[in-house]
């Protein structure tokens, strides 16, 4: 410090975009690591410190202390794995916003400049160790201290990535080196652990150790460390120091919950288990009192895009904490908190992530045995994880993260079939939509090439039989649903829609319907070539257009976040710039008035069509 006191303080600082570094290392399958260079003066930075009173920092070397991100004196550097470096010099960083090309840069897309925003906002929050700006001594408490940034979670079984090789996705506010990230990771490591460490499996393929290396595959990959060695979340200190919420702020969650996000997810379940019976297991049980708020939270932040992140983030944090220790119990409780978290990060990652941010509480729903017929509070958590998990395979042209085949009996779709038909309620008509779309996912993934997005061949007489079979299912859906799934009214389309208007009564029935069409668009696409189907069916564009339809006629919020990969399914077959226009319009129109981001598939919409829209 007495050589740094004789220093001149700069006369300007320069920010230093290191974003393709942080791209290359975060698609990369083995561990980043952190350059450290040496600077004149001798001090050795990275792009990240974590300072002595536990905050986290952007770093570059020297400079003087000025209105921006607060300066500190005692750091020591940390690599992607946790290993910390002593000895390194004292590094400081501040800038205005009028200084600060990240905060002034008005030439970028919406979307990036969010993201922006949303990691400053981050590195912000953790720069005044969570400090709230008013003090309320009737609040909740707690200091937000940081993450291990040594966790790095092990692939289940090689089992991703999901997108195609070398392609790279903007992991919404999930950033590497994010707060968010870093606690994503640390309770998807905990979620494989539990699974691994309490579940007897086959024997694993034999592989060559060497070093600590795993060398399966010809690639050096660190090995699963075992529990007791894995750097833990639980070593922070919680205290209770900064307030989370306010007692008014947490009423305004919870009817927030009530009103809004609760109703999403018991769109198909008569008997509202998250609106009425989740809620009551809250004060017991405070890992699940903190992860409905904090989803509570998060759907207000995005509705409302000009609320900072750190309150969700606060609670999301919370919530994994308090988890953590009652993963081993297996209880409805804990397992409803990690369905719902799921919800909050698919709410908040890059959809085209879905599948990695779900693999964890899939293993354990697994590993629990939890199916769609196993009654109560596990059969609706079942179904809103099910309902994600299509939708994520949706995304990413492949079989769902639980097997279909686990879904029901476990023993083949036609016994599942069966099951399905003898639901009273007819709100199981839905779930049977869903499990026929991860059939048709199951029957279609393992043939997509992942170039041309194309089944290769379907001449296979395998494949001619299970698709002639799931046809016949698919078909039988609409002939037998119950009268509640079918339309209250409909209407032609006109001069000012191009859709025809088509009502439902509940949004079982929208949802479900739905996704009829967009199995059967799905599979009339990908139909054996030898196959001729008697009577002729509908056709690929009426089952499209009555996709639109159904988005465009009913705004059901809970049914509008399961739309949003229909519509692009229903989409590509549109060539028409009003009918592009009408699509684009309820895509934006379920993200301002819902939260649920669609921003993307209005861009991948837009890039399909090309100029066709103009």
């Known amino acids: 410090m007495r050589r740094f006191s004789r220093r001149g303080p700069p006369k300007r600082y320069e920010i230093l975009d290191v974003t393709s570094e942080v791209i290359r290392d975060y698609n990369t399958s083995s561990p980043p690591r952190l350059n450290f260079d040496e600077e004149e003066d001798g001090t050795r ?29 005692e750091t020591s550097t940390v690599d992607s794995f946790g290993a910390g470096v002593t000895g390194a010099a004292p590094v400081r960083i501040s800038y205005t916003d009028a200084e600060s090309p990240l905060l002034t840069n008005d030439t970028c897309s919406p979307g990036v400049r969010r993201q922006t925003d949303n990691a400053v906002a981050d590195l912000l929050y953790f720069s005044q160790g969570g400090q709230s700006t008013g003090d ?10 940081p993450m291990p940034i040594s966790l790095v979670a092990d692939y289940l079984d090689h089992n991703q990535p999901f ?33 691994r460490s309490n579940m007897s499996t086959r024997p694993a393929t034999p592989r060559t150790v060497a070093n600590g290396l795993d060398s399966e595959n010809g690639e050096g990959v660190a090995q699963d460390k075992p529990p007791s060695i894995v750097p833990d979340i639980l070593s922070t200190t919680i205290t209770t120091e900064q307030p989370i919420l306010s007692k008014d702020e947490e009423c305004i969650l919870w009817r927030n919950w009530f009103d809004e996000v609760a109703p ?38 995005l509705k409302t895009t000009t609320q900072p992140t750190d309150r969700s983030l606060a609670l999301y944090q919370e919530a994994i904490h308090l988890l953590l220790p009652d993963l081993a119990s297996r209880s409805t409780a804990a397992i409803a908190s990690c369905v719902i978290l799921c919800v909050l990060e698919m709410l908040s990652c890059s959809p085209k992530a879905w599948q990695r941010h779900l693999d964890g509480c899939a293993s354990l729903m697994e590993a629990v045995g939890i199916n769609g017929f196993v009654g109560g509070v596990d059969q609706a958590l079942f179904w809103c994880f099910a309902r994600m ?13 639980i097997p279909v085949s686990h879904w029901v009996s476990k023993s083949n779709i036609d016994d599942d079939v069966r099951m399905f038909r003898s639901i009273d309620k007819f709100t199981g008509w839905a779930n049977y939509a869903v499990y026929l779309t991860a059939q048709v996912l199951s029957i279609l993934s393992p043939l997509f090439n992942n170039i041309t997005s194309e089944v290769t061949n379907r001449s296979d007489s395998k494949f001619r039989i299970r698709w002639l079979r799931l046809w016949k299912y698919i078909c039988d859906w609409q002939d037998e649903r119950p009268p509640a799934f079918f339309p209250v009214m409909t209407m032609p389309s006109n ?5 025809p208007t088509i009502i439902f009564s509940n949004p079982a029935a929208i ?14 696409q990908n139909k054996p070539l030898e196959v001729l ?22 705004d059901h919020h809970g049914a509008w976040t399961n739309a949003v990969q229909p519509l692009w399914v229903a989409g590509r077959c549109m060539s028409h710039p009003t009918e592009h226009k009408a699509i684009l319009d309820i895509l934006e129109r379920i993200e301002k008035e819902s939260g649920w981001g669609t921003k993307w598939r209005q861009e991948d919409l837009k890039s399909y069509w090309g100029d066709l829209e103009d």
């Open 495 to 499: 001069e000012t829609s191009p859709f």
């Open 389 to 401: 998990d299509v939708c994520g395979a949706l995304i990413s042209s492949v079989t769902t993260l």
């Open 45 to 73: 930075f990275d792009s990240r410190y974590v300072a002595g009173d536990g905050r986290l920092y952007l770093g570059c070397p020297g400079g003087d202390q000025r209105t921006g991100i607060t300066s500190f004196d």
């Open 264 to 301: 999403w997810l018991d769109k198909f379940d008569i008997d509202r288990h998250f609106q009425y019976t989740l809620p009551t297991l809250a004060p017991s049980n405070d890992h699940l009192r903190y992860a409905i708020l904090a989803l509570s939270a998060r759907q207000q932040e």
């Open 533 to 554: 189907l008697t009577p002729k069916p509908r056709s690929v564009l009426w089952h499209a257009r009555r996709i639109c339809a159904i988005s465009i006629s009913n």
């Open 136 to 145: 309320n001594p009737q609040s909740l408490q707690m200091r937000l201290d």
């Open 163 to 195: 997108t195609p090789n070398g392609a790279f996705f903007e992991d919404g506010i999930f950033l590497p080196g994010s707060a968010y990230h870093e606690l994503h990771s640390t309770l998807r490591q905990h979620l494989i652990q539990e699974v």
């Open 511 to 524: 949802s479900g319907n739905q996704l009829y069409h967009t199995a059967s668009v799905l599979m009339l």
